[in-house]
């Protein structure tokens, strides 16, 4: 499975993107999908999760209320809308297809990662 990210871009604080994750060489229908994101100097960190039949949702709590996960598994894709963006939201973002939950807590155990998609909001 080849996941490919898109959608990053620079916008202005309160700003809104789309962030798209579209899978290829084998659906991703039974897996979890989820959004980290990486800043300068700072670990990985969980943003969001949605369940592989897309029946629950999973945050971090510093998004909490702007960002939303979804997933269409007809197009082997799944996307973050983000809204209301703040500079603290600057980072890479990575795409990810999982089968255990516990994933979004350890970050262990990712079955496949995208190749990340750049956010950055200014001031």
């Known amino acids: 499975v080849q996941l490919q990210a898109s959608g990053g871009g620079l916008v202005q604080t309160g700003g809104s993107l789309r962030l798209s994750c579209a899978a290829s060489g084998r659906a991703i229908t039974y897996y979890h999908a989820g959004w980290f994101r990486q800043a300068p100097g700072k670990e990985r960190e969980f943003v969001a999760a949605i369940t592989w039949g897309g029946g629950s949702t999973s945050y971090a709590d510093s998004v909490k209320g702007r960002f939303t996960i979804s997933r269409d598994n007809a197009r082997n894709t799944f996307y973050l809308q983000l809204n209301n963006l703040k500079p603290e939201d600057t980072a890479e973002y990575y795409c990810?297809?999982?089968?255990?939950?516990?994933?979004?807590?350890?970050?262990?155990?990712?079955?496949?990662w995208g190749k990340g998609t750049q956010v950055t909001v200014s001031s």
């Open positions: 990810a297809a999982f089968r255990m939950w516990e994933v979004i807590n350890t970050l262990h155990g990712v079955d496949y």
